[in-house]
């Protein structure tokens, strides 16, 4: 069985600072994995995936992702804050075969300027 | 990218009416759909997963006959929500997904409110 956990449910950082969201997953299979971007009232944006290739994943808007098999981590960094990166961030797994993704719960991400 | 349209982006109706949500990818054929249900503050929760030409597997606890959900064609999806009370009030995301190795394309979702 897969699932996703994302600790910390509301993040807040200052403009110009670190962003770290924590996404942990299990997975009885190689997973593959992504991060989207929700904004109030809209759907989900992929920011970036991984899918075995180079576990630094690079993704849109400077954000990027390491893969960890030895921690089961997927955690979401970006150097510096904007406001504009103020969002829900979901992190989800999936097999890779088609088959449904697993969503956490979530993150909200406060920018503080 | 590829670009989902879903439409309408919101709607507001009175409790018995029936709603009808549009899905439809742009610029790419789909193989499988996805239709979440999101409450306030809270992650997707998965409805119902269908491939085209088949009928739509529904998640537990999700009742098929009160959501109806017609994967039309490889690029079109609806869902019906008939005979809506407030309780279904939500927003409503589709989803698709281009490939097995592939992410899902989200739509901008459906804002219902049920009066």
């Known amino acids: 069985a897969q699932s996703v956990t994302q600790l910390g449910s509301h993040v807040s950082v200052s403009e110009g600072a670190l962003v770290l969201l924590r996404c942990n997953y299990s997975?009885?299979?190689?997973?593959?994995l992504f991060w989207y971007v929700q904004y109030p009232n809209q759907g989900l944006q992929l920011l970036l995936k991984?899918?075995?290739?180079?576990?630094l994943v690079k993704g849109i808007n400077g954000f990027e992702a390491e893969f960890k098999k030895s921690e089961t981590s997927f955690h979401l960094t970006k150097p510096s804050a904007h406001m504009s990166d103020a969002a829900e961030y979901f992190c989800a797994v999936s097999e890779g075969t088609g088959n449904q993704f697993y969503f956490g719960t979530g993150t909200s991400l406060t920018v503080i300027p | 990218g590829a670009v989902v349209s879903q439409h309408p982006s919101r709607v507001i109706c009175k409790s018995g009416t029936s709603v009808k949500i549009e899905c439809r990818s742009l610029?790419?054929?789909?193989?499988?759909m996805f239709w979440y249900r999101q409450f306030p503050k809270q992650s997707l929760m998965l409805m119902a997963t269908?491939?085209?030409?088949?009928?739509?597997?529904?998640e537990q606890g999700v009742e098929k006959d009160k959501f109806l959900i017609n994967h039309a064609s490889l690029t079109l999806s609806t869902l019906t929500v008939t005979s809506a009370h407030p309780e279904d009030s939500s927003f409503y995301i589709c989803?698709?997904?281009?490939?097995?190795?592939?992410?899902?394309?989200f739509g901008d979702g459906t804002r219902l409110s049920i009066l």
């Open positions: 610029d790419f054929q789909a193989t499988t």
């Open positions: 269908s491939n085209e030409g088949s009928k739509a597997t529904y």
């Open positions: 991984y899918t075995s290739a180079a576990t």
């Open positions: 989803s698709f997904l281009q490939g097995s190795d592939q992410p899902q394309h």
């Open positions: 997975s009885s299979v190689p997973p593959y």
